[in-house]
């Protein structure tokens, strides 16, 4: 009887173990370039001149809450569309914010050459709506677009 071997369990060659962490170091190289690459190669469609809502819709994605807002919308002429797909915007919140626009849009003080009257003027302006926080506003203010000369 061999007593080397009796009460041990046979061991894993060492190359087996190298052979693993390549794999592996391979698949988390794969993974980091993937999260890189993706993101530069979506933002070539506005390079090439395309519009990316245009581009979204083309791609049958429009509304998707995923896809990212890469274009400024304004938020005195925002369609229900335009709000949802802003982050952490759903559709209750646009139909608020659209509604308090469309209520104070007679009272707006427009301005000559203003195809309606301007309800918000910068972000802060948005702090009226009921229901939309500070954070929200926050979150949201890198994607709206105000009219030019509006700031206070």
């Not at 335009?82 to 849009?105: F, N």
């Not at 003080?109 to 009257?117: F, H, I, K, Q």
């Not at 506003?137 to 994607?143: G, N, T, Y």
Request: proline share 8%.
């Amino acid at each position: 009887m061999n007593t080397d071997l009796a009460g041990s369990s046979p061991r894993t060659p060492w190359c087996v173990h190298i052979a693993c962490y390549v794999i592996l170091g391979c698949a988390l190289v794969g993974v980091i370039a993937a999260s890189i690459l993706l993101p530069l190669s979506m933002d070539e469609s506005s390079a090439a001149g395309t519009s990316p809502l245009a581009a979204d819709e083309a791609d049958g994605v429009a509304g998707d809450p995923v896809v990212a807002v890469r274009q400024r919308i304004d938020p005195n002429t925002a369609t229900l569309h335009d709000w949802t797909r802003l982050p952490g915007i759903g559709e209750v919140m646009a139909r608020k914010i659209i509604a308090y626009r469309d209520a104070q849009q007679p009272f707006a003080a427009s301005r000559p050459g203003d195809e309606a009257p301007v309800v918000f003027r910068a972000p802060c302006d948005l702090e009226a709506v009921s229901g939309l926080s500070a954070a929200a506003i926050e979150r949201i203010a890198s994607h709206l677009a105000f009219p030019a000369g509006s700031d206070r």
